[in-house]
């Protein structure tokens, strides 16, 4: 699976070990490409999933505010509930980012 912003890939993994959660595709986090994430201050809690870390996508120096996000430390219930630890992993938003298979 590819995440792009126009032609530039910002994140590829197989599709085996990109996980989907509540219709977000999550690239885990070596599948992102150097230099494309910066934090963003932007706070987040989700009830089941924990603190998200919200970041601001750098292309072609674009910056697109907080268009991804992940769970640094994901609840333990969480992985039981996703059936893998997503620790980390990286979701883009669609609005924004492109997701193709």
Request: hydrophobic residues 45%; contains cysteine.
């Amino acid at each position: 699976m590819k995440a792009l912003v126009g032609k530039a890939v910002v994140a590829e993994a197989a599709s085996d070990s990109v996980v989907s959660i509540e219709g977000n595709a999550y690239f885990p986090p070596d599948s992102v490409a150097a230099g494309v994430l910066r934090k963003s201050p932007t706070l987040y809690i989700c009830p089941w999933k924990g603190r998200a870390q919200y970041h601001d996508v750098l292309v072609d120096g674009t910056v697109l505010r907080d268009a991804a996000w992940s769970y640094p430390s994901i609840k333990g219930s969480a992985a039981t509930r996703v059936g893998r630890d997503f620790s980390g992993y990286v979701a883009f938003d669609v609005r924004e980012v492109r997701i193709e298979n």
